[in-house]
Protein backbone atom coordinates (compact mmCIF):
# COMPACT_ATOMS: atom_id res chain seq x y z
CA UNK A 1 0.00 0.00 0.00
CA UNK A 2 1.32 3.38 -0.77
CA UNK A 3 1.87 5.38 1.91
CA UNK A 4 -0.50 9.00 2.27
CA UNK A 5 0.43 12.47 1.63
CA UNK A 6 -1.02 16.18 2.86
CA UNK A 7 -0.46 19.16 2.04
CA UNK A 8 -2.37 22.39 1.52
CA UNK A 9 -2.17 26.33 0.10
CA UNK A 10 -4.65 28.82 1.54
CA UNK A 11 -6.20 30.89 -1.08
CA UNK A 12 -5.90 33.95 0.59
CA UNK A 13 -4.74 35.77 -2.40
CA UNK A 14 -2.66 35.45 -5.28
CA UNK A 15 -0.35 32.07 -5.61
CA UNK A 16 3.34 32.70 -6.05
CA UNK A 17 6.72 31.53 -7.20
CA UNK A 18 7.51 30.44 -3.30
CA UNK A 19 4.20 28.93 -3.22
CA UNK A 20 5.13 27.34 -6.43
CA UNK A 21 8.36 25.97 -5.53
CA UNK A 22 8.48 25.37 -1.88
CA UNK A 23 5.42 22.83 -2.53
CA UNK A 24 3.41 22.66 -5.54
CA UNK A 25 6.29 21.70 -7.94
CA UNK A 26 7.36 18.76 -5.24
CA UNK A 27 4.03 17.82 -4.84
CA UNK A 28 3.48 17.16 -8.54
CA UNK A 29 6.73 15.37 -8.64
CA UNK A 30 5.97 13.23 -5.71
CA UNK A 31 2.33 12.20 -6.55
CA UNK A 32 3.06 8.83 -8.13
CA UNK A 33 5.17 7.60 -5.81
CA UNK A 34 2.29 8.12 -2.62
CA UNK A 35 -1.68 8.36 -2.16
CA UNK A 36 -1.80 12.15 -2.29
CA UNK A 37 -4.58 14.30 -1.13
CA UNK A 38 -3.96 18.44 -2.09
CA UNK A 39 -6.06 20.95 0.17
CA UNK A 40 -7.21 24.53 -0.51
CA UNK A 41 -7.35 25.15 2.38
CA UNK A 42 -10.28 27.86 3.00
CA UNK A 43 -10.84 27.27 6.89
CA UNK A 44 -6.93 28.41 7.49
CA UNK A 45 -7.67 31.46 4.97
CA UNK A 46 -10.02 33.01 7.30
CA UNK A 47 -7.96 32.97 10.24
CA UNK A 48 -7.93 36.96 9.30
CA UNK A 49 -10.33 38.63 7.06
CA UNK A 50 -11.15 37.64 3.44
CA UNK A 51 -13.78 39.08 1.27
CA UNK A 52 -16.47 36.88 0.76
CA UNK A 53 -16.57 37.18 -2.55
CA UNK A 54 -13.51 37.18 -3.44
CA UNK A 55 -12.65 34.12 -1.47
CA UNK A 56 -15.22 31.73 -3.14
CA UNK A 57 -13.50 32.76 -6.55
CA UNK A 58 -9.80 32.51 -4.91
CA UNK A 59 -10.76 28.24 -3.88
CA UNK A 60 -11.69 27.60 -7.57
CA UNK A 61 -8.56 29.64 -8.92
CA UNK A 62 -6.11 27.77 -6.40
CA UNK A 63 -7.55 24.68 -7.50
CA UNK A 64 -7.21 25.44 -11.49
CA UNK A 65 -3.52 26.39 -10.46
CA UNK A 66 -2.93 23.08 -8.83
CA UNK A 67 -4.05 21.59 -11.70
CA UNK A 68 -1.84 23.42 -14.03
CA UNK A 69 1.58 22.89 -11.69
CA UNK A 70 1.27 19.53 -12.69
CA UNK A 71 -1.10 17.89 -9.97
CA UNK A 72 -3.16 14.92 -11.63
CA UNK A 73 -6.81 14.85 -10.48
CA UNK A 74 -6.72 11.02 -11.50
CA UNK A 75 -3.94 10.28 -9.89
CA UNK A 76 -4.22 12.92 -6.38
CA UNK A 77 -7.22 14.04 -4.49
CA UNK A 78 -8.15 17.84 -4.74
CA UNK A 79 -10.05 18.67 -1.39
CA UNK A 80 -11.30 21.68 -0.54
CA UNK A 81 -11.21 21.93 3.38
CA UNK A 82 -14.71 23.69 4.92
CA UNK A 83 -15.89 20.34 2.71
CA UNK A 84 -14.92 17.98 4.73
CA UNK A 85 -16.34 18.60 8.19
CA UNK A 86 -13.51 16.20 9.40
CA UNK A 87 -10.71 18.86 9.74
CA UNK A 88 -12.73 21.25 11.90
CA UNK A 89 -14.45 17.97 14.19
CA UNK A 90 -11.01 17.00 14.93
CA UNK A 91 -9.55 20.44 15.45
CA UNK A 92 -11.58 20.75 18.39
CA UNK A 93 -10.52 17.41 19.51
CA UNK A 94 -7.11 18.16 19.58
CA UNK A 95 -7.46 21.69 20.32
CA UNK A 96 -8.48 20.28 23.88
CA UNK A 97 -5.19 18.27 24.55
CA UNK A 98 -3.17 21.02 23.59
CA UNK A 99 -1.37 23.18 26.00
CA UNK A 100 -2.02 26.86 25.21
CA UNK A 101 1.54 27.78 25.79
CA UNK A 102 2.66 25.56 22.84
CA UNK A 103 0.67 27.80 20.68
CA UNK A 104 1.88 30.70 22.08
CA UNK A 105 5.53 29.98 21.00
CA UNK A 106 4.45 29.69 17.44
CA UNK A 107 6.39 32.46 15.41
CA UNK A 108 3.90 32.27 12.69
CA UNK A 109 1.17 33.42 15.17
CA UNK A 110 3.25 36.62 16.94
CA UNK A 111 4.53 37.95 12.97
CA UNK A 112 0.57 37.62 11.85
CA UNK A 113 -0.60 38.50 15.14
CA UNK A 114 1.43 42.11 15.26
CA UNK A 115 -0.01 43.25 11.58
CA UNK A 116 -4.01 43.19 13.46
CA UNK A 117 -5.86 45.39 14.87
CA UNK A 118 -8.09 42.71 16.78
CA UNK A 119 -6.64 39.23 16.85
CA UNK A 120 -8.97 36.59 15.92
CA UNK A 121 -8.75 33.16 18.26
CA UNK A 122 -8.11 31.11 15.19
CA UNK A 123 -4.86 33.02 14.13
CA UNK A 124 -3.65 31.15 17.45
CA UNK A 125 -5.86 28.27 16.76
CA UNK A 126 -4.13 27.92 12.88
CA UNK A 127 -1.77 25.37 13.72
CA UNK A 128 -4.36 22.50 15.46
CA UNK A 129 -6.44 23.37 12.66
CA UNK A 130 -3.45 21.95 10.52
CA UNK A 131 -2.51 18.91 12.81
CA UNK A 132 -5.93 17.82 12.65
CA UNK A 133 -5.69 18.61 8.53
CA UNK A 134 -2.91 15.92 8.24
CA UNK A 135 -4.08 13.81 11.08
CA UNK A 136 -7.69 13.79 9.84
CA UNK A 137 -6.26 11.60 6.51
CA UNK A 138 -3.03 9.80 8.84
CA UNK A 139 -0.71 11.41 6.21
CA UNK A 140 2.54 9.93 6.53
CA UNK A 141 4.76 12.58 4.32
CA UNK A 142 3.94 16.46 4.69
CA UNK A 143 5.53 18.50 1.93
CA UNK A 144 5.70 21.89 2.81
CA UNK A 145 8.12 25.01 2.36
CA UNK A 146 10.29 25.87 5.08
CA UNK A 147 8.43 28.36 6.87
CA UNK A 148 5.37 25.41 8.09
CA UNK A 149 8.33 23.60 9.69
CA UNK A 150 7.39 24.65 13.27
CA UNK A 151 3.91 24.09 12.25
CA UNK A 152 4.95 20.32 11.50
CA UNK A 153 6.57 19.77 14.50
CA UNK A 154 3.86 20.86 16.96
CA UNK A 155 1.21 18.27 14.60
CA UNK A 156 4.13 15.99 15.75
CA UNK A 157 3.93 16.94 19.16
CA UNK A 158 0.00 16.88 19.29
CA UNK A 159 -0.52 13.72 17.85
CA UNK A 160 2.34 12.38 20.45
CA UNK A 161 0.04 14.01 22.98
CA UNK A 162 -3.24 12.32 22.01
CA UNK A 163 -1.58 8.81 21.30
CA UNK A 164 0.16 8.81 24.75
CA UNK A 165 -3.17 10.35 26.91
CA UNK A 166 -5.82 8.08 24.62
CA UNK A 167 -4.10 5.02 23.19
CA UNK A 168 -2.82 4.58 19.80
CA UNK A 169 -5.05 6.68 17.17
CA UNK A 170 -2.70 8.65 15.15
CA UNK A 171 -0.34 7.95 12.34
CA UNK A 172 3.12 10.40 13.32
CA UNK A 173 3.55 12.53 9.70
CA UNK A 174 6.94 13.60 8.42
CA UNK A 175 7.79 16.77 7.08
CA UNK A 176 9.18 16.80 3.66
CA UNK A 177 11.10 19.80 2.17
CA UNK A 178 12.05 20.17 -1.08
CA UNK A 179 16.12 20.23 -2.17
CA UNK A 180 15.35 23.39 -3.62
CA UNK A 181 13.26 26.79 -3.00
CA UNK A 182 12.39 25.87 0.61
CA UNK A 183 12.49 29.17 1.43
CA UNK A 184 12.05 31.87 -1.54
CA UNK A 185 12.14 35.34 -0.51
CA UNK A 186 10.44 39.10 -1.04
CA UNK A 187 12.20 39.95 -4.09
CA UNK A 188 11.82 43.96 -2.25
CA UNK A 189 13.17 42.68 0.81
CA UNK A 190 15.21 39.07 0.46
CA UNK A 191 15.41 39.17 4.48
CA UNK A 192 11.60 38.33 4.98
CA UNK A 193 9.52 35.32 2.95
CA UNK A 194 7.71 35.74 -0.04
CA UNK A 195 3.93 35.46 0.99
CA UNK A 196 0.75 36.03 -0.20
CA UNK A 197 0.21 38.39 2.44
CA UNK A 198 2.90 41.00 2.23
CA UNK A 199 1.58 43.89 -0.31
CA UNK A 200 3.75 45.70 -2.41
CA UNK A 201 3.88 45.21 -6.55
CA UNK A 202 7.21 44.33 -6.37
CA UNK A 203 7.29 41.92 -3.29
CA UNK A 204 5.97 38.63 -5.00
CA UNK A 205 5.79 36.91 -8.54
CA UNK A 206 2.35 35.64 -9.15
CA UNK A 207 2.09 32.45 -11.06
CA UNK A 208 -0.48 34.16 -13.42
CA UNK A 209 2.03 36.91 -13.56
CA UNK A 210 2.09 37.88 -17.50
CA UNK A 211 5.92 37.40 -19.36
CA UNK A 212 6.40 41.74 -19.24
CA UNK A 213 5.43 41.67 -15.50
CA UNK A 214 7.96 38.96 -14.40
CA UNK A 215 10.85 40.87 -16.34
CA UNK A 216 10.00 44.22 -14.63
CA UNK A 217 9.87 42.26 -11.43
CA UNK A 218 13.05 40.56 -11.52
CA UNK A 219 14.92 43.79 -13.51
CA UNK A 220 13.93 45.49 -9.73
CA UNK A 221 14.85 42.74 -7.55
CA UNK A 222 16.78 44.12 -4.74
CA UNK A 223 20.11 43.22 -5.24
CA UNK A 224 23.64 44.80 -3.32
CA UNK A 225 26.33 47.22 -4.72
CA UNK A 226 28.83 45.02 -6.41
CA UNK A 227 28.73 44.84 -10.39
CA UNK A 228 28.60 41.47 -10.81
CA UNK A 229 27.98 37.81 -9.59
CA UNK A 230 30.70 36.05 -6.78
CA UNK A 231 29.39 32.71 -6.52
CA UNK A 232 31.07 32.25 -3.35
CA UNK A 233 30.06 35.94 -1.46
CA UNK A 234 26.44 35.99 -2.76
CA UNK A 235 24.71 39.00 -1.03
CA UNK A 236 21.13 37.66 0.06
CA UNK A 237 18.81 39.22 -3.03
CA UNK A 238 21.29 37.89 -5.32
CA UNK A 239 21.34 34.23 -3.54
CA UNK A 240 17.74 34.62 -3.68
CA UNK A 241 17.63 34.85 -7.45
CA UNK A 242 20.04 32.22 -8.05
CA UNK A 243 18.03 29.81 -6.28
CA UNK A 244 14.88 31.10 -8.13
CA UNK A 245 16.86 30.55 -11.17
CA UNK A 246 18.14 27.33 -10.39
CA UNK A 247 14.78 25.82 -9.39
CA UNK A 248 13.17 26.89 -12.35
CA UNK A 249 16.07 25.43 -14.72
CA UNK A 250 18.56 23.18 -13.25
CA UNK A 251 21.08 23.79 -16.14
CA UNK A 252 21.63 27.45 -14.78
CA UNK A 253 24.45 26.78 -11.65
CA UNK A 254 27.09 28.96 -9.54
CA UNK A 255 29.90 28.22 -12.47
CA UNK A 256 27.57 28.92 -15.18
CA UNK A 257 26.35 32.20 -13.64
CA UNK A 258 30.31 33.25 -12.14
CA UNK A 259 31.04 36.56 -12.90
CA UNK A 260 28.01 37.74 -15.21
CA UNK A 261 26.83 41.45 -14.57
CA UNK A 262 23.78 42.02 -12.35
CA UNK A 263 21.79 43.24 -15.20
CA UNK A 264 22.82 40.11 -17.56
CA UNK A 265 21.93 37.80 -14.20
CA UNK A 266 18.56 39.28 -13.73
CA UNK A 267 18.02 38.67 -17.61
CA UNK A 268 18.94 34.97 -17.21
CA UNK A 269 16.73 34.64 -14.33
CA UNK A 270 13.70 36.16 -15.38
CA UNK A 271 13.62 33.79 -18.94
CA UNK A 272 14.31 30.53 -16.33
CA UNK A 273 11.04 31.98 -14.45
CA UNK A 274 9.05 32.96 -17.70
CA UNK A 275 9.60 29.41 -19.70
CA UNK A 276 8.42 27.54 -16.15
CA UNK A 277 5.58 29.74 -15.74
CA UNK A 278 4.28 29.66 -19.43
CA UNK A 279 3.11 26.40 -20.04
CA UNK A 280 1.52 26.51 -16.27
CA UNK A 281 -0.40 29.76 -17.33
CA UNK A 282 -1.56 28.06 -20.81
CA UNK A 283 -3.11 25.45 -18.90
CA UNK A 284 -4.55 27.47 -16.46
CA UNK A 285 -6.34 29.02 -19.15
CA UNK A 286 -7.61 25.65 -20.61
CA UNK A 287 -9.10 24.40 -17.52
CA UNK A 288 -10.69 27.74 -16.26
CA UNK A 289 -12.35 27.92 -19.96
CA UNK A 290 -14.75 25.13 -18.83
CA UNK A 291 -16.31 26.49 -15.35
CA UNK A 292 -17.78 23.36 -14.62
CA UNK A 293 -14.82 21.08 -14.62
CA UNK A 294 -12.98 22.70 -11.36
CA UNK A 295 -16.02 21.65 -9.52
CA UNK A 296 -16.65 18.30 -10.87
CA UNK A 297 -12.51 17.79 -9.30
CA UNK A 298 -13.81 19.05 -6.33
CA UNK A 299 -16.37 17.14 -5.99
CA UNK A 300 -14.71 13.96 -6.57
CA UNK A 301 -11.41 14.94 -4.60
CA UNK A 302 -14.51 15.38 -1.12
CA UNK A 303 -16.49 11.67 -2.67
CA UNK A 304 -12.82 10.09 -2.22
CA UNK A 305 -11.32 11.32 0.61
CA UNK A 306 -14.38 11.67 3.17
CA UNK A 307 -14.37 8.06 4.19
CA UNK A 308 -11.01 8.33 5.36
CA UNK A 309 -11.92 11.15 7.27
CA UNK A 310 -15.19 9.80 8.79
CA UNK A 311 -13.26 6.27 9.87
CA UNK A 312 -10.70 8.77 11.74
CA UNK A 313 -12.97 10.57 13.18
CA UNK A 314 -14.96 7.64 14.51
CA UNK A 315 -11.60 6.09 15.97
CA UNK A 316 -10.72 9.39 17.78
CA UNK A 317 -14.19 10.02 19.21
CA UNK A 318 -13.87 6.36 20.87
CA UNK A 319 -10.49 6.59 22.04
CA UNK A 320 -11.74 9.93 23.68
CA UNK A 321 -14.85 7.94 25.28
CA UNK A 322 -17.18 10.36 22.98
CA UNK A 323 -20.65 9.14 21.50
CA UNK A 324 -20.48 6.76 18.74
CA UNK A 325 -23.88 5.25 17.71
CA UNK A 326 -23.96 1.13 17.72
CA UNK A 327 -24.55 0.81 14.38
N1 LIG B 1 8.29 31.91 0.23
C1 LIG B 1 8.09 30.61 0.23
N2 LIG B 1 9.08 29.75 -0.14
C2 LIG B 1 8.87 28.41 -0.16
N3 LIG B 1 7.68 27.85 0.18
C3 LIG B 1 6.67 28.66 0.53
N4 LIG B 1 5.41 28.44 0.91
C4 LIG B 1 4.79 29.61 1.17
N5 LIG B 1 5.64 30.62 0.97
C5 LIG B 1 6.82 30.07 0.58
C6 LIG B 1 4.80 27.10 1.00
O1 LIG B 1 3.59 27.13 0.22
C7 LIG B 1 2.62 26.31 0.86
C8 LIG B 1 1.35 27.11 1.04
O2 LIG B 1 1.58 28.12 2.00
P1 LIG B 1 0.58 29.29 2.36
O3 LIG B 1 -0.72 29.10 1.70
O4 LIG B 1 0.61 29.52 3.83
O5 LIG B 1 1.33 30.46 1.59
P2 LIG B 1 1.81 31.91 1.98
O6 LIG B 1 2.22 32.56 0.71
O7 LIG B 1 2.78 31.83 3.09
O8 LIG B 1 0.43 32.52 2.43
P3 LIG B 1 0.11 33.71 3.37
O9 LIG B 1 -1.38 33.82 3.37
O10 LIG B 1 0.86 34.91 2.96
O11 LIG B 1 0.59 33.19 4.74
P4 LIG B 1 1.73 33.79 5.64
O12 LIG B 1 1.42 35.21 5.83
O13 LIG B 1 1.49 32.95 6.85
O14 LIG B 1 3.05 33.55 5.02
C9 LIG B 1 3.24 25.82 2.17
O15 LIG B 1 3.78 24.52 1.98
C10 LIG B 1 4.35 26.80 2.41
O16 LIG B 1 5.39 26.25 3.17
Redesign the pocket.
Known sequence: MKARVL????P??Q?????Y????KNWAEIQSNYESIFCI?DL??IT?YQDPKELAEKIRETAALFIAAGIDPQESSIVVQSSVSGHAELAWMLTCVTPLGWLNRMT?YK??AEKQETVGAGLLQYPVLMAADILVYQAKIV??????SQHLELARDIAQRFNSMYGDTFVMPETRL?AV??????LDDPTT??????SGTNH?IALLDEPSIVRKKIARATTDSQPAVDPENMGPGVANLFTIAHACDPFITKNSVAGMRYGDFKKLVAEAVVSRLEPIQRKYREITADRGYIDSVLLEGQRRVLPIAENTIRNAKRAMGLYVANR
Open positions: SGVQSGLHLGNLGALVHAVQAKPVGEDQPGARIMGKMSKSVA
